[in-house]
């Protein structure tokens, strides 16, 4: 399904499964083609290149690289919930809107350039905005359910209190309740620390899980992850950070769950240990997946987009709570 196909010299509209298109034109002229839809939950854009000299690696949906690109081509197939997409309710319309820029090298001919795109819907006649349940939320993924939460010190219940004291212990544990499915393994894929419930370019964020399932935070302190009771769950002891003192923090998760015996380096859960280095939670072993950590993780494998799209990665939000000074 292709909505819209045109040279960026004129304003462009266009419908696309219910959805509004707008692609407005940059103030200089660009030698390219555009193709945009709109999809109920997903962005695919195809941007096809005629200068010679330009490098389509350079082009970047918000925060997100493309998805493949060649010499002439970039393309991108990205969840309305990734790449920092800004979402804006206004009346009866639910507005998904980013930027296609272009990042030019020091010594590229071609100049950097920024096109706006956005995805207008009818807003849902039982759309509301999330409540945000600081200690314990439930999501669910077609037949999964995914379960995270703030927990007490021994993991035996949610947290009694929202309030942290810099440097202790925040116990989190994750979960994914699977009715049909083969066991799964859970993992944290990623996770980053905010001052606000949805993630924007302009926020001002804190990373704790990056680079495929690499906890940072376990570089210098004592935050790690705790054996595993069971695949599904994945239990992580943080220890609390100096990020946004006295405010209202969320820790914004990528939850994955994924076969058991299929293990690589970007899907994994290693943590630093004193002493010892990177080490793989689920299998000592096989800690050299984790080795990547300290460079860019990337699979061996081939698996396409769609194929983690239906039922396997889910987004999930905990907070607020509170890091306080021990001193204040």
């Not at 054996?227 to 003192?245: D, N």
Request: hydrophobic content about 40%.
């Amino acid at each position: 399904m292709h909505c819209v196909s045109s040279k960026h010299s004129v304003m462009m509209v266009s419908f696309c499964q219910g959805a509004l298109l707008l692609s407005l034109a940059a103030a200089m002229a660009v030698y390219a083609d555009m193709k945009v839809d709109c999809g109920p939950d997903f962005v695919t854009l195809m941007w096809t290149e005629s200068r010679p000299q330009a490098d389509t690696s350079l082009l970047r949906l918000g925060s997100c690289f493309p998805t493949s690109f060649s010499a002439g081509e970039a393309y991108f197939y990205v969840d309305l919930t990734d790449c920092n997409f800004r979402r804006l309710v206004t009346g009866d319309a639910l507005v998904y809107s980013n930027d296609l820029t272009y990042v030019a090298s020091a010594d590229s001919y071609n100049l950097a350039f920024t096109h706006p795109v956005v995805c207008a819907y009818e807003r849902p006649k039982d759309w509301y905005a999330a409540i945000y349940d600081p200690v314990f939320k439930t999501y669910s993924l077609g037949d999964l359910q995914f379960n995270i939460g703030l927990m007490n010190d021994d993991f035996s219940g949610p947290a009694e209190s929202t309030r942290f004291p810099l440097g202790s212990i925040i116990p989190i544990m994750a979960s994914v309740v699977q009715e049909t499915h083969q066991p799964l393994l859970l993992l944290l894929e990623e996770c980053v620390a905010a001052t606000t419930p949805e993630l924007y370019p302009e926020s001002t964020m804190y990373p704790i899980i990056s680079n495929k399932g690499c906890l940072l935070e376990s570089v210098s302190s004592r935050s790690k992850f705790e054996p595993r009771q069971k695949s599904s769950e994945i239990r992580l002891s943080l220890q609390t950070f100096t990020f946004a003192m006295g405010e209202e923090v969320f820790i914004h998760c990528k939850l994955l769950a994924w076969d058991p015996n299929g293990l690589d380096s970007t899907k994994k859960a290693c943590h630093f240990v004193e002493g010892h280095g990177w080490e793989l939670l689920d299998n000592l072993a096989q800690s050299n997946l984790c080795d990547c950590c300290e460079s860019i993780c990337k699979s061996r494998r081939q698996r396409s987009v769609a194929s983690e799209k239906h039922g396997m990665v889910q987004k999930a939000v905990i907070g607020p709570f509170t890091i306080t000074d021990v001193n204040s």
